[in-house]
């Protein structure tokens, strides 16, 4: 494998394991919604049910997902809703700089709005062709391949527009606030000035 593919550190395990906190939450689809709220540049939330959220448009994108634990799994093929289409869709107040995604049972992670809007940003529907496995996200998982694999939150279901930034779960409990894998920004001490919000 070519230095150049893999980011420092990391290894390509077989197969794709399945990481998170806390238990895989099961889809029900009647109950299911997704939220966007805080600073939205009218000021109301909107919402998607899953009907709605399935039928928009969907693009896909050819990325490798980096876990800070590193491992690595190269070539997904993910297709879903760019985060450029939700925020069109959606818009943010003038005012906003970052989100804060939200999955079921609180779980959460903090994006820049710049990462969030980067082409290779989706809200992950499907993997290789195929709807995501449960264990995965299902239905719906945010992928941001160019961060470490923890602010690709699984199980969704809201995402707030903040005016400022704010830790997430795993940048509250000393992981670095952007979270570069090509850096190698696995922890908060490494951080500097600036890369995260203020004590
Ligand atoms: N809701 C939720 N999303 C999550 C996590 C989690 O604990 N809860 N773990 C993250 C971490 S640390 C990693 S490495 C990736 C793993 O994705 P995978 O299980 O599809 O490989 O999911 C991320 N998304
Ligand atoms: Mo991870």
Not at 70 to 75: A, E, G, I, K, P
Not at 90 to 102: Q, S
């Amino acid at each position: 494998m070519s230095q150049e593919r893999l980011p420092p550190g990391q290894h390509v395990p077989p197969g794709w394991p399945a990481l998170h906190y806390g238990p895989a939450p099961r889809f029900q689809e009647e109950r299911w919604d997704l939220r966007v709220f805080g600073a939205t540049a009218t000021g109301a939330e909107q919402r998607w049910n899953w009907a709605q959220f399935d039928a928009l448009p969907r693009t896909e994108v050819v990325a490798d997902l980096h876990c800070v634990t590193r491992f690595s799994v190269l070539d997904n093929r993910w297709g879903g809703v760019s985060g450029a289409l939700l925020l069109r869709l959606a818009p943010p107040a003038p005012e906003a700089t970052h989100v804060m995604v939200w999955a079921e049972f609180g779980y959460c992670a903090n994006v820049a709005l710049a990462d969030f809007e980067d082409p290779n940003t989706l809200l992950v529907t499907h993997h290789n062709g195929q709807r995501l496995a449960t264990e995965h996200g299902h239905p719906v998982r945010l992928v941001v391949p160019h961060r470490y694999a923890w602010k690709s939150v699984k199980w969704v279901r809201a995402i707030e527009y903040l005016t400022c930034d704010r830790r997430g779960f795993w940048e509250a409990r000393g992981y670095h606030n952007r979270a570069d894998p090509w850096r190698a920004e696995r922890y908060a001490y490494q951080e500097e000035p600036g890369d995260g919000p203020p004590p």
